[in-house]
């Protein structure tokens, strides 16, 4: 394999790593720390796209590898997460199993991107990744004001599974970071999410995880809506 292919495979195979070290920490019983790991997956899953195609080595491989790692990272790691939060606001409902369905439509979700060739400029449907911060946010931010209203309303809790399952698979054009071109024209509605996130981490840092993943959602709607070939 030459350093062409080497790079952006190491890269995923690092998201793959995180994800497992992630689950750990959520058998060991500290789903606060779960965050930070799937950052990091955030972090290297972003870049072994970018590095891919930069040095032009676009596989196969390379394709199945990124899904079953985000699979585990963005997949299976917060339906974990979403369990151990509905055991621990109501251990006796049997409604903590539903969250299973969050790994569930990941996977159909990331079997539908490799399939699905609209998907190259942007996403139909709500990506793993953003999921996954949403709902491991919600671990880290269980003592932040009305969040732990949220954590411990096992009601709420499923409310947000249901709806974030659905919104996994629902044909609602998202918008990607893939840029062709780097210039202000088509790219207004990027660029705008992309300065309002980092003026929200800055000021909020985690607790606008959440608000930003809820911002995302309805501004590539709202996108879509006033320039929906853009």
Known sequence: MNIRNFTPNALTSLNLAFGCFAIVEIFE?????????TLLSGLVDFFDGFSARMLKSTSNIGKDLDSLADMVSFGVVPALVMYQLLWISAPDTPWKYAA???AVMSGLRLAKFNNDERQSDRFYG??????AFLIISLAHLATEGIWYEVVNNWMALLGIT???SFLLVAD??????????????????????????L???????LVAVPLIIVMYIVGSVFAHLIAPKA
């Not at 019983?29 to 790991?37: A, D, F, N, P, T």
């Open 162 to 164: 249901l709806a974030t």
């Open 29 to 37: 019983g500290r789903l606060e720390s779960v965050i930070y790991y």
């Open 126 to 131: 709500l990506p793993t990744p953003a999921n």
């Open 172 to 197: 609602i054009p998202m918008l990607a970071f893939k840029f062709s071109k780097y210039g202000w024209k088509g790219n207004e509605a990027k660029y705008v999410f992309l300065f309002l996130s």
């Open 199 to 205: 003026v929200m981490g800055i000021f909020f840092q």
């Open 100 to 102: 299973i369905l969050i």
